[in-house]
């Protein structure tokens, strides 16, 4: 792949890119920077991209960084939460409660709907209102509200119902 074909994929591709991984995470820095990374795995690894399916193989690597960045984020998390409660005045039953809840979240959160879980995690996370979130993702306050209210079912099927 020359500068011209890299070029011409670039500027047909990277606000595509950019809004999929933005749509995911409701981070636009986060958006920017994996699209960033996914064209230079492109150029850096000079990957022949067949005709017709470029749109696919950048999805497939954004995504994959997507992932891979949300994994370590994860782990960083976790490693700061257990570190914390360390030094805490939890009982060693209220660690385990405690510690068992956040793993059965964390589980559910990752199984959940992605749609709902985009929209969950911008109210609750990001504290975003639903009238920010729908302008945020380019959607009604309406299908706001019903992912949100999908996704607290969920949530509550996941954490309190199943004992």
């Known amino acids: 792949m020359d500068k011209n074909e890299f070029k011409a ?80 005045d939890m009982t060693t039953d209220d660690q385990i409660s405690y510690n068992e809840l956040k793993a059965k979240y964390e589980q559910a959160l990752s199984a959940m709907n992605e749609k709902q879980r985009v929209v969950f995690l911008m109210s609750r996370n990001d504290g975003l209102k639903y009238q920010e979130i729908a302008s945020t993702l380019n959607i009604s306050e309406k299908a706001v509200e019903k992912r949100m209210s999908k996704a607290l079912e969920y949530l509550d099927k996941q954490l309190i119902h199943e004992r």
């Open 9 to 88: 994929l670039f500027d047909l591709y990277f606000e595509r890119v950019r809004n999929y991984i933005f749509y995911r995470s409701g981070d636009p820095e986060l958006a920017t920077d994996i699209a960033q990374e996914t064209f230079m795995r492109i150029w850096e690894k000079q990957l022949d991209i067949h005709q017709g399916k470029e749109k696919a193989l950048l999805f497939k690597i954004a995504g994959d960084i997507f992932v891979s960045n949300y994994r370590k984020q994860q782990i960083a998390l976790k490693f700061a939460t257990q570190s914390v409660q360390t030094n805490g």
